[in-house]
């Protein structure tokens, strides 16, 4: 079948804060691009993102970005590459004056400069003690950001493919990306797409769990497609609980309301984090405090009928500040949690989050694999920035308010590079002959099944089996079991049957799409969690409880022919500063 | 629970029709919209948009017993059955729940709802103050769901005149904005019997409003300010 074709410069697959980021160095530049997103631009999960921005403006205390660097570093739990950390950290202010030049409503102090809040893992001098970095507007940082970059793709004339699905790439025979295929949500229209580039900035895919702060939209659709074109994913063992998650609901409360004086509290009432950690307490990384919460839970000291959560306090920082700061998290506690934290706490629990791990690339956005010998050798014409790509600047790790300055850094880093590279590459490469095939028959194979596996029954055996085999602390016996099981609901995926045979805005056709998607990155969690033999960040074994930097100071790298790992070393070696070496971390 | 449902896929349907549907809930089924995607699963052709569920995309507005709201956050035990689900009113419906929300982003885009400021930025932040940045809350916070605009009168008769309470709620969040520097381009281009002067004060929009706005109020003040400008 002819598909009808549509030609731009670049292609952005995702219209969140990093693919919008990206789009508007195009834009501006005047080069044809495109966003594709599942929704409204301004309904990508970015909304959701609470406490801040990192970024050592130094605005309330003396900060600079090395300490911000070392912080990162220490926060990946040693695994993230210092060269891209190292980007990352110096570029942060630059990113964030620009933001506010966008339009941005940051919160202010009294001199008229942006207004920072102290952050989990964020410190003066080394660790010495906390610090405030996180540039904040509210508690809703990421949805003025996401608007206002939103906004300013509007004003570039930036071109938008609003409520379409991107289903696969194009690669030609040389392995460069050429272009992509995807579907108009409203029509269910499917069109091929050539273009000089592709830049995937689709998210994360935090619904492989059951209980998820995660937007329903989050299915990994980029990671899907990266993988079925043949390209692995990185470090997917490494999966954020975020430690204050509403019990029972799963929508976060930003570690912002620890930031601002909040405390965690056991059945005894007794602030648990003094123990675990003496210098940063309450604002140790999540990693650690999520660690802490399920050990206080597990040995007993759970609150509520059941003992399975534990309280966020933050009634001691009164009425004002919980209003002028915290206006949504009274909001959401309110609504979600049934209490008002002005007078109570509220339950929490540790929840999944983020993903660290992602699509391989350098700090240009470049996506790299393994070829010939070299670990990192570029893809022809595909980037991949945010949540989906895997830098590697949050290793095992991330640290709270870098996941925004992620998007703002590497998004503008990846049009920048584009926009030059876009000089040298003035031709369009043909699109094989074939192109298109692939995903017509993925749809083909929905669209004339007469009976099969529910769509929204093996979606939930999918988020049971990730939840209870690969959560805050693993075995041998849960990883492998959870191996299997996940290879069983891998093999029920492709028998996935769909009632409704509609074109018209068919959304049970989009989550079978989706459901293809989200079982990449659970059999990638799985299988690299399951090889990996230590415990390093948010990866906590019980059979291996130290971190082993002689064996597995390294990135997997899990591809989807063969279910196979393959590792590549991590990059120790920032751009212009001394390495720092890897060191037990306390907090 | 008991449920009636607006239906209508163009492909299939000549008209709409109400359909009925009576599940059972578990206690951890708190919002509407957990009760719609446990019907979703029983019924798949049930359309409808979704994504954060707690209030802060904008995705799942619709009319709910009568009166605009998300369902993420309308909590079930406030509902009276059944509980009668249609699509927002006044903007053509493309399947079921789902609405074609392109009369309403128009409206918004022709606010140029985005800080004008020609004058080179400085090497760090514009400085604000903490009240001048006060000016902005119950402004910026809007997600554009659509719950108001299409709640009010005014623009369910002329949606391709009347800008509409969220537009111009982002129209004020800008003239309210220090930084900005465009306001009396963007008074001149509401200056008009239509794009603002249809707001009759009905009030629906603040009735409506999700996250507790009041369009009304930033309407008034858009007024006052052609007002003030005028003498």
């Given amino acids: 079948m002819a598909l009808n074709k549509q030609i731009f410069d670049t292609l952005i697959v995702g219209g969140g804060g990093s693919g919008l980021r990206a789009a508007l160095q195009l834009a501006e530049a005047d080069h044809r691009v495109a966003v594709f997103s599942k929704v409204f631009p301004t309904r990508s999960h970015t909304v959701a993102a609470q406490g801040g921005i990192g970024a050592s403006l130094g605005n309330m205390q003396e900060d600079n970005w090395l300490w911000h660097m070392y912080d990162t570093i220490k926060g990946s739990d040693y695994l993230g590459d210092q060269d891209a950390i190292e980007f990352m950290c110096r570029k942060a202010t630059e990113v964030v004056y620009e933001l506010e030049h ?17 952050f989990g893992g964020h410190s003066q001098n080394f660790g010495e003690k906390p610090v405030q970095r996180a540039c904040a507007a509210a508690d809703r940082t990421g949805h003025a950001m996401l608007h206002t970059l939103y906004q300013r793709n509007v004003r570039a004339r930036c071109q938008f493919f609003v409520e379409w699905m991107a289903l696969d790439l194009i690669r030609d025979y040389e392995g460069a990306v050429v272009g992509l295929v995807a579907m108009e949500m409203e029509t269910g229209q499917v069109m091929l797409f050539q273009s000089k580039a592709v830049v995937l900035a689709t998210g994360g895919a935090g619904r492989i769990y059951r209980s998820s702060t995660n937007a329903y939209i989050n299915t990994g659709d980029g990671m899907g497609m990266a993988a079925r ?38 059945s005894q009432g007794e602030r648990f984090m003094e123990r675990y950690a003496p210098t940063m307490k309450d604002l140790a990384s999540r990693d650690v405090v999520s660690r802490a919460m399920d050990q206080e839970i597990k040995e007993g000291r759970g609150v509520g009928p059941d003992k399975d959560h534990v309280l966020l306090k933050l009634d001691h920082l009164g009425p004002d500040v919980i209003n002028k700061r915290l206006p949504g998290i009274r909001e959401i506690a309110i609504k979600f949690a049934h209490v008002d934290p002005i007078k109570e706490p509220i339950p929490v629990v540790p929840t999944c989050h983020y993903q660290m791990g992602g699509i391989p690339t350098n700090y240009y956005g470049q996506v790299v694999v393994p070829k010939n010998g070299n670990p990192n050798s570029i893809v022809p014409g595909l980037y991949a920035i945010g949540e989906c790509a895997c830098v590697s600047v949050h290793g095992a790790n991330r640290l709270g308010t870098n996941s925004l300055l992620d998007l703002l850094v590497f998004g503008k880093a990846a049009g920048d590079h584009l926009v030059e590279w876009l000089k040298t590459n003035p031709q369009h490469r043909d699109l094989p002959k074939d192109a298109g095939d692939f995903s017509l028959s993925r749809l083909a194979r929905l669209d004339s099944s007469s009976s099969g596996e529910s769509v929204h029954e093996v979606g939930q055996e999918l988020r049971r089996t990730v939840q209870n085999h690969a959560g805050v602390f693993r075995t041998e016996q849960l990883l492998s079991e959870g191996v299997e099981k996940i290879k069983e609901v891998a093999e029920r995926v492709k028998r996935t049957h769909v009632k409704d045979k509609s074109k018209v805005f068919n959304t049970a056709r989009i989550e079978a799409l989706e459901l293809e998607n989200l079982i990449v990155v659970a059999e990638a969690t799985l299988v690299s969690a399951e090889a990996r033999k230590e415990s390093r960040g948010a990866h906590a074994r019980d059979d291996f409880k130290e971190r082993d930097d002689k064996n597995w100071l390294k990135h997997s790298l899990w591809y989807q022919e063969g279910n196979r790992m393959d590792y590549k070393p991590v990059n120790l070696k920032p751009l212009t500063v001394e390495s720092f070496e890897p060191k037990v971390r306390v907090y | 629970m008991k449920f009636s449902i607006y239906r209508f896929n163009p492909e299939v349907d000549e008209k709409p029709y ?59 035990k406030d509902l009276k059955e059944p509980v009668v689900l249609r699509p927002l009113p006044g903007l053509p419906v493309i399947r079921d729940l789902i609405v074609d929300m392109g009369q309403f982003f128009k409206q918004y885009h022709s606010v140029k709802p985005y800080l004008i400021n020609d004058n080179p930025p400085p090497q760090k932040e514009r400085l604000q103050s903490p009240e001048d940045r006060e000016e902005l809350n119950g402004l910026y916070e809007c997600v554009l769901c659509a719950c108001c605009s299409t709640s009010c009168p005014s623009f369910w008769w002329n949606p391709d005149k009347f800008v509409g309470p969220a537009g111009l709620l982002q129209a004020y969040r800008f003239i309210a904005d220090t930084r900005d520097e465009a306001t009396n381009e963007r008074l001149d281009n509401l200056e008009d019997p239509y794009r603002l002067f249809r707001c009759h004060t009905i009030m629906n929009c603040v009735d409506v409003c999700p996250k507790g706005l009041n369009p009304t109020k930033a309407i008034g003040k858009i007024k006052d300010a052609l007002l003030k400008r005028s003498v």
């Fill in chain 1, 229 to 266: 074109a043949g390209i692995p994913l990185e470090d997917m063992e490494f999966w954020q609980f975020h430690p204050t998650g509403v019990a029972g609901a799963g929508v976060l409360i930003t570690e912002g309301v620890r930031g601002e004086g909040g405390i965690l509290l056991n």
């Fill in chain 1, 102 to 118: 966008f339009g941005m409503p940051f919160d202010r102090n009294p001199d008229g400069t942006i207004y920072q809040r102290p």
């Fill in chain 2, 18 to 76: 109400m359909q009925d549907y009576d599940i059972e809930l578990a206690p951890t089924d708190r919002m509407l919209l957990d009760a719609i995607l446990k019907i979703k699963a029983l019924d798949d052709s049930l359309a409808l948009r979704k994504s954060c569920r707690e209030g802060v995309c904008g995705s799942d507005g619709m009319n709910i017993n009568g009166k605009n709201g998300l369902a993420c956050i309308t909590p079930l």
